[in-house]
């Protein structure tokens, strides 16, 4: 977005060893193809080993799409839009068998209906990433956030706001 440091606001760099490694790791898997740049999805390593595969949860979660009257009026238009995805390359079909099931993660979704007028998306699907199998990690858990670059927003706009320049004046006095 900007550099605090252009308008005249010191900041501190330092960054935790974890997020040093974190920032290095995301600038390494970048890479560009197909007219497309792709990154790698950062994860804490150790929460990640603990992700239920959710195969069940997600097969009941489609089912109640799928039996719910009220939504299967739209379950075409549901339908639809992750053909669109596919269509478009965000998503790919992929052959699991029975027994590969827990060899992967998968994340319950539902259907989201809006039927306004005023609504341009009238289906949307919706994917569960915070849930949770007793008291096991939610993929959001396990998901590295990044460094927060928004922590002091707030500060720095009362301080413009209340036209406090004190700050801006000592270096000991970081946001």
Request: with cysteine; charged share 25%.
């Amino acid at each position: 977005m900007f550099n605090l440091e252009s308008i005249g606001l010191p900041i501190d760099e330092k960054l935790s060893t974890l997020n040093e490694e974190k920032v290095k790791q995301f600038r390494d898997s970048i890479t560009y193809k197909d007219d497309l740049y792709h990154v790698q999805l950062h994860w804490y390593e150790d929460k990640l080993k603990s992700v239920p595969y959710n195969y069940n949860t997600a097969v009941r979660a489609g089912e109640k799409v799928n039996n719910n009257p009220e939504k299967t009026k739209s379950y075409n238009q549901y339908l639809q839009v992750f053909q669109q995805q596919e269509d478009e390359g965000i998503i790919e079909e992929i052959s699991v068998r029975p027994e590969q099931l827990k060899d992967y993660i998968w994340i319950p979704h539902g259907s989201v209906l809006k039927l306004t007028d005023q609504t341009t998306t009238k289906v949307r699907p919706v994917f569960n990433c915070s849930y949770k199998h007793k008291r096991l990690v939610s993929w959001n858990e396990a998901a590295y956030p990044g460094v927060n670059l928004m922590s002091d927003m707030l500060k720095l706009m009362i301080q413009f706001r209340t036209n406090d320049t004190s700050c801006w004046l000592t270096p000991e006095k970081h946001f």
